[in-house]
């Protein structure tokens, strides 16, 4: 089954874990960048990222190239922002129909909330449950064996 990761990165923990994932595993990848970038500094950063997220808005992205019926599943990566899915997740939820596909996902948070966030993204995908499921802290930022474990444990449940 073909499988690629769709995923938003802001300080690229994200994009660490996708990057990892994928060649581990052979899978395709997708990154997706908003049109309108989000401040990535000081209070500018909490404050727009959590009103987003809480707004559940869902911005314009640059042009990405997917068609869902080349992939039998897809892994949805995202950044956990005031225990929501980053709005450049919604958006992407929104301008494709991913039901029939196996969706797994996995979150990077500093603090909580990703639970929230994957019952959050469930309900937008409208699916009951995620083919996996994995929580990471801080894994780009913060390196450690239970991060790595954690990815080789999720590769190994979403593996063909």
């Known amino acids: 089954m073909k499988t690629i990761i769709v995923y938003y ?15 581990a595993c ?11 970038k989000y401040p990535d500094k000081g209070f500018k950063k909490y404050f727009w990222g959590g009103k987003s997220s809480l707004m ?3 911005p314009e992205l640059e042009p990405y190239e997917f068609n869902a019926d080349s992939y039998g599943r897809i892994v949805i990566g995202f950044p956990v922002w005031a225990g929501n899915v980053t709005p450049p997740i919604r ?5 494709n129909n991913l039901k029939g596909r196996r969706i797994a996902a996995f979150a990077c948070q500093s603090g ?6 994957f019952a959050k993204l469930k309900e937008a995908i409208g699916i ?4 996996a499921e994995m ?7 913060k390196p450690n064996r239970d ?3 954690k990815i080789k444990e999720f590769c190994a449940k979403i593996a063909d």
Do not use: M
């Not at 990165?9 to 060649?23: C, F, L, M, Q």
């Not at 958006?91 to 301008?95: A, G, H, I, L, S």
């Not at 929580?135 to 930022?141: M, N």
């Open 9 to 23: 990165s802001h300080e690229g923990n994200t994009d660490y874990v996708a990057k990892k994932i994928a060649k």
């Open 135 to 141: 929580v990471l802290i801080d894994p780009k930022a």
């Open 91 to 95: 958006t992407f939820v929104k301008e």
């Open 128 to 131: 009951d449950a995620l083919e």
């Open 56 to 58: 559940a808005e869902t």
């Open 112 to 117: 909580a909330g990703a639970e929230k966030a």
């Open 147 to 149: 991060n790595d474990r």
């Open 26 to 36: 052979g899978f395709d990848t997708l990154r997706l960048v908003p049109a309108k």
